[in-house]
Nanobody, 114 residues
């Protein structure tokens, strides 16, 4: 499985960004996809996830502001981020999990200025 992220950038506080993660390869084996983020000096944390059945879950810090979705026809998962805050600044990574393996994208920088 290969994952390619796009959509990061610089935005002012209160603004929006949409991240995309395009999956290719053995995508039929994926049962979970998620977005993680890692800020400088902090551990990588789960931001949002979606299962193959469509169930979603979110970190408390982004509930009501971020939405994860997927387009099965395009093999792409999205993270719509609204009402962005400076503390959302981080490198965002796409993750896909099969039964035995976890795959990661290269990461995309999101910077929110105050």
């Amino acid at each position: 499985v290969q994952l390619v992220e796009s959509g990061g950038g610089l935005v002012q506080a209160g603004g929006s960004l949409r991240l995309s993660c395009a999956a290719s390869g053995s995508i039929f084996s994926i049962n979970f996809m998620g977005w993680y983020r890692q800020a400088p000096g902090k551990q990588r944390e789960l931001v949002a996830a979606i299962t193959s059945g469509g169930s979603t879950n979110y970190a408390d810090s982004v509930k009501g502001r971020f939405t994860i979705s997927r387009d099965n026809a395009k093999n792409t998962v999205y993270l719509q981020m609204n009402s962005l805050k400076p503390e959302d600044t981080a490198v965002y990574y796409c993750n896909a999990q099969t039964r035995n393996i976890s795959y990661w994208g290269q990461g995309t920088q999101v910077t929110v200025s105050s």
